[in-house]
């Protein structure tokens, strides 16, 4: 993102804040009444049709919303504890690099569990948005709701998993202590294990943290000061860019996981790697769901594509149609046909 880009962006944010405190509202003046002239002036006699070749043409006004009327942007950054301790001896010795010890390896701990919370967290996010630059996604408003409320319940359970991973933390460190003490011995390494790599409870607590903003999308309106209209240009072409690559981001989400099930169900009834499973369609279907809320185009073509999709995939998503791709090679044959049809079409507004 350019220069031009992030201060649009930080003006609306400020201008957001300001808003947000102490600010009384404009009245809203009235068409007419006191103060306000009447227009005792003749009607304006309406505009004919304009003709094109024998073919009457009505100018009719399309509204085409902005990004910033569609979408909302929004950041969120995660802080968590690392597993991991440089070894300084283990280091020396090396002499090519540092070496570190790897702290409660496996996932069976409270460790690992919290930070997989806080994982969710952002897997949530990227898959319910579409990207504006690193770091900063766009939301579609009309999931604004729907979307913040998933959010909010997974930032509650990473918390509570803090909580929770706060108060075991001594029998997490002394279990792992114990899992590197007996490693030490079969490596002959006594210093392997040591209390010291651990952080007390407090550190360990502010190791932890979600940082989420939401700030408006930038127009080239949002600027305090005159810009030239080079700089305006630009400003609206990134814009463009961003619409732009929402789609292609849409649409790449729907062919990647179809180009999967043509592999999959490509591959023949009875021989190595051909066991269907329910999930192939339940992601599908997943997936379709998903690039309806978070597609911001105004494309016909864009929500065509979708709407093809779920057409598409909606006969396999019951029991039956699930039992058919698991038992009937010509199903599974008919099927591939049709998604990789799908798929030639979407890679064509790619």
Known sequence: MNNILQNAINN?????????????????????????????????????????????VNKIAINIKGLDEKAVLISVKRNMYSPYKLDQEESRQYGAGNVNKHLFEGRDNRVKATISK????????????????????????NHYMEFTSGLRKLVDDAYRSVDTLCLFWQDEVDADLERLGQIAIAKGKPNLAN?????????????????????????????????????????????????????????????????RAIAKLSVPIGTDGSVFRDTLVDNLVEVTERMNKINISDDAMMQGSID???????????????????????????????????VRNMSGLV
């Open 12 to 56: 609306a944010v400020e201008q957001e804040s300001i808003l947000g405190e102490n600010t009384t509202p404009t009245p809203i003046v009235p068409p007419t009444g006191q103060g306000v002239p009447l227009d005792t002036s003749p009607p304006t006699p309406p505009v004919p049709p304009t003709t094109t070749k024998g073919a009457i």
């Open 118 to 141: 806080f994982t969710d967290v952002y897997v949530y996010v990227k898959e319910n948005t579409v990207p504006w630059t690193t770091g900063v996604d766009m939301l579609n408003m």
């Open 195 to 259: 209390a010291n790599d651990y952080p007390d409870v407090d550190e360990l607590r502010s190791k932890f943290g979600i940082n989420i903003r939401y700030m408006p999308v930038p127009t080239t309106g949002d600027f305090r000061v005159g810009i030239s209209d080079e700089d305006k240009e630009s400003l609206q072409q990134q814009l463009d860019d961003a619409e732009v690559n929402a789609n292609q981001h849409v649409l790449q989400s729907m062919i990647v996981p179809l180009q």
């Open 308 to 342: 093809d999709l779920r057409d598409l995939i909606s006969p396999y998503a019951s029991e039956r149609g699930k039992d058919l791709l698991r038992s009937s090679q010509t199903s599974r044959e008919q099927a591939v046909t049709k998604i990789d049809t799908l």
